[in-house]
């Protein structure tokens, strides 16, 4: 765990822990010195500036408020279920501490909380660790980089024949496609091709579909609707040699359980 939280400790940088740093005689010669070692890059320093941002707030206004040492330090709680293990690890730009509290035979606690016994035992200790060492931010603390809002493009209002049309939901004074009511009775007033309330599109390339009212009592419901021909265009008529490319549409057969309610939809 202690290994773990390094890593933002030292600004995205990944250490092997060990026991022992150093072995001396009785006489004060160094028998044994564990060799130091560079932290090893696997966590972008921007997003650890953010984590460490964050795990300062816990100490200065979060869940381990009593593990403030009055310099800038940061940390997490932590409490497992049915108060088993508590835990709060804290650390300095100096000095990484990690301390749980709980049972040996894993029995729960008196609701015992990470932000609670382990914050103020971190809080001693640090305090005397932290003694004679200056207090400092973290040096290795990335700025957020700067963001800027992407390029506004004003497309015009009648787009070129070779460009795509510029769909835009906002109504204009001067678009050719803005018709005032009058112009066209059938239509009313159209401000823009996706305005609100705006009729459907009428003309000669477009039918309208039947309704209830169309029905003739004698020759029954209308045809399907289907697109008129259009000579020429992109649906166009069929020659004469051809079928129809539009037939009407047949009703399916009906079994006696669609006329059951449950089987309607």
């Not at 564990?34 to 300062?56: G, W």
């Not at 497992?80 to 804290?90: E, K, L, N, V």
């Not at 932000?115 to 660790?129: D, H, Q, S, Y």
Request: hydrophobic share 30%; charged share 20%.
């Amino acid at each position: 765990m202690a290994a773990g939280y390094q890593v933002f400790q030292t600004g995205g940088g990944r250490t092997t822990p060990y026991l022992i740093s150093e072995v001396r005689s009785t006489r004060g010669d160094v028998l044994y010195s564990h060799a130091p070692s560079a932290p090893t890059p696997v966590l972008d320093p921007l997003y650890a500036t953010r984590m460490v941002s964050m795990m300062k707030t816990v100490i200065t206004a979060g869940t381990a408020r009593g593990a403030d040492i009055g310099r800038p330090a940061a940390g997490k709680t932590g409490t497992s279920q049915d108060w088993r293990d508590a835990w709060f690890i804290g650390f300095t730009p100096d000095v990484l501490t990690a301390v749980w509290v709980g049972n040996d035979n894993g029995a729960p606690m008196a609701k015992v909380t990470g932000g609670e016994l382990p914050a103020a035992i971190w809080k001693r200790f640090m305090t005397v660790a932290e003694k004679d060492l200056p207090a400092r931010d973290f040096p290795w603390l990335t700025a957020e980089p700067a963001t800027t809002p992407p390029p506004t493009t004003v497309a015009d209002n009648v787009p070129d024949q070779d460009e795509p049309a510029q769909m835009s939901d906002t109504p204009t004074q001067d678009a050719a496609i803005d018709r005032e009511a009058g112009d066209d009775p059938d239509a009313g007033a159209v401000r823009g091709p996706y305005a609100h309330g705006a009729p459907y599109a009428t003309g000669d390339d477009y039918a309208r579909a039947p309704g209830p009212d169309d029905a003739d009592a004698e020759s029954g419901p209308p045809e399907h609707w289907r697109p008129p021909p259009r000579p020429g265009g992109a649906y166009g008529a069929p020659p004469p040699d051809q079928t129809d490319p539009y037939p009407p549409l047949q009703a399916p057969p009906q079994s006696p359980a669609d006329e059951a309610p449950r089987y309607r939809y």
